[in-house]
């Protein structure tokens, strides 16, 4: 699917069909232009410092060996070389620390775009692999370090430096420079031509690394569902023989590099020692000096060594071609993607109006059709209907997370696709059928971060909110109480538990609106009869919207919107 129209949220992230990852590299790169800037310039000062050692050092083998001066006169230069060491040093590590940096910052803003991108639109979460979402936030990010870091500002230096030693040998002697100056373009000229079956390779192994993250993680997650089924050993032999695979292909790509890098090796070598065959012939004549001869035979090889360094690079390159593609895929349109404006309104209370409603899952054909109710500011409004009427839909497009295909949400009178996603979540608690929990502690689960300090007035909070589902009878018989560790999706806690914990948390961050899907599913009597009447205590403070199947939440309904079967579901 094309990348969809660029956006200023967006900061150059979309892009349209004709841009290339070649092109989104660079725009990336764009924030970080002085970063990079200042890494070129001080890559390029070690350069020269390089020419300079080159010509003292030659200078001080000249004068020894055939001027016959003693230490006392070359004093100077000998002990200038070492500091032009340490010099040269200090500048290349400066400058890969300003390139590591520019890189850090292209890396930070892809990633939170990427975060919010993602955060936008969580309804495009529901029909990705876990493990193909980490992959792209950390392995993909991460894939685009080497290029801002190393290469880019390599690829700098290879055209600076070589032009500043022909700048210097061409005036010593003009064969020397001819031979430079012809030789040069073949080390580019052979990288690109091996570059290009290597980029090949390289983007299809980045494709079997996503696979094999996201098959080793969601396997993980779903290990204890294979114990039970008894099939961890037919996972493993699958997961084996991707890994088999992704290692065979490895040591492929791998050939093709170590060809590449084997042939610039050779071409730099052959110029170097033909540079030097032509220079011993006229130091034989007499047409050259030693000194002359020497300092050309010095740079030669640093002429070619950025260009050498530019290919060892170049598979940074690839990988980052390879990597941007996974990362600009997931800026790609979706008739799910959620439309979300600008304004930031701070209402104390909600009234919604469904105005002609209407969705179409592209993926599996549900559809919402043509749905229309006033829910006043303080109800307890009920969505009933068959399964597959779209009642969890409706509740998402109320929750901002997906946008109708016709028809409006008006809130309080504004249009809801007019508000900021973030502004607009923070007036709704929402529950899902299947609410998601992390490894941690109830509390943890319920202030949604880390354990910190609890001042009196948040214990007060979280006590209430447990008292009101009935989460606070079962923090009576746990030993450690709000302290109890649960594992990720809840494991340890039963489906009630469950249910009762997603409840406190939505009651606990509060709002003035809730969104709650099936929230007296397994529950058994006297806890539902807690959760109804913490849904009628809800109600007339907040406004209450409930999808739900149970009767009993119908008796207590201050409104009921029913949802029919149009035909079109599965």
């Excluded at 229309?372 to 307890?380: E, M, N, Q, R």
């Excluded at 029919?564 to 599965?570: H, Q």
């Amino acid at each position: 699917m094309p990348p969809v129209p660029p956006t200023a949220s967006e900061g150059g992230l979309f892009k349209p069909p004709s841009f290339s990852s070649k092109n989104w590299l660079r725009e990336q790169a764009r924030p970080a232009t002085p970063l990079l800037s200042l890494a070129v310039a001080l890559g390029l000062a070690a350069g020269m410092l390089l020419i300079i050692q080159a010509g003292m050092l030659a200078s001080v083998v000249h004068d020894v060996i055939f001027e016959g001066l003693g230490l006392d006169d070359v004093f100077f230069l000998v002990l200038a070389l070492p500091a032009l060491m340490v010099a040269r040093a200090a500048l290349v590590w400066a400058a890969e620390q300003f390139g590591f940096r520019a890189a850090a910052q292209v890396k930070d803003t892809v990633r939170m775009r990427l975060y919010d991108r993602l955060m936008a639109g969580p309804s495009r979460l529901r029909h990705r692999s876990t493990g193909d979402l980490a992959h792209q936030m950390v392995d993909a990010v991460e894939g685009l370090e080497a290029y801002y870091a190393r290469f880019l500002p390599q690829a700098a230096l290879a055209a600076l430096i070589p032009f500043a030693v022909l700048a210097f040998v061409f005036p010593l002697d003009l064969v020397s420079g001819l031979i430079l100056l012809f030789t040069a373009p073949f080390i580019p000229l052979f990288m690109v031509l091996i570059g290009s079956r290597a980029e090949r390779l390289n983007q299809r192994q980045w494709r079997r690394l996503a696979a094999l993250s996201a098959r080793f993680l969601d396997s993980l997650q779903g290990l204890t569902t294979l114990k039970l089924f008894n099939a961890t050993r037919r996972e493993a032999e699958v997961i084996a023989r991707i890994t088999d695979n992704y290692r065979e292909n490895t040591v492929s790509v791998l050939r093709v590099a170590f060809l590449s890098a084997l042939i610039l090796e050779f071409l730099a070598t052959v110029s170097v020692a033909l540079a030097a065959v032509l220079i011993g012939f006229k130091l034989l004549s007499g047409s050259m000096t030693f000194q002359t001869g020497f300092f050309i035979l010095l740079l030669a090889p640093e002429f070619y060594l950025p260009l050498r360094a530019l290919g060892t690079h170049y598979h940074a390159r690839l990988s980052a071609l390879a990597a941007a593609q996974g990362i600009m895929a997931e800026f790609t349109e979706s008739p799910s993607q959620v439309k979300s404006g600008s304004s930031r309104p701070r209402w104390q209370s909600i009234a919604l109006r469904l105005d002609n409603i209407s969705f179409t899952h592209t993926l599996d054909r549900k559809t919402v059709h043509q749905i229309s109710a006033d829910i006043p500011a303080g109800s307890l409004a009920v969505l009933v209907g068959p399964s597959g009427t779209g009642k969890t839909t409706l509740l998402r497009i109320m929750l901002q997370s997906l946008s109708p295909n016709d028809g409006r949400v008006m809130v309080n009178g504004a249009n809801l696709a007019e508000v900021e996603h973030r502004s607009w979540m923070d007036h709704v608690s929402w529950m899902s059928q299947e609410p998601f929990f992390f490894q941690g502690t109830l509390l943890d689960n319920v202030l949604m971060r880390e354990e910190a300090d609890l001042s009196g007035g948040m214990i007060s909070r979280l006590d209430q909110a447990a008292t009101l589902t009935g989460l606070g009878r079962d923090l009576a018989v746990l030993p450690l109480g709000w302290h109890t560790p649960i594992g990720e999706g809840g494991d340890g806690l039963s489906g009630g538990q469950r249910q009762r914990l997603a409840l406190t948390r939505a009651v606990f961050k509060g709002g003035a609106l809730f969104l709650l899907d099936e929230p007296t599913a397994h529950l058994d009597g006297e806890s539902r009869e807690t959760v109804l009447a913490a849904l009628r205590s809800l109600a007339g403070r907040h406004t209450v919207i409930v999808a739900s199947h149970d009767p009993r939440v119908l008796e207590i309904a201050d409104k009921v919107v029913e949802l029919r079967n149009t035909g079109s579901d599965p």
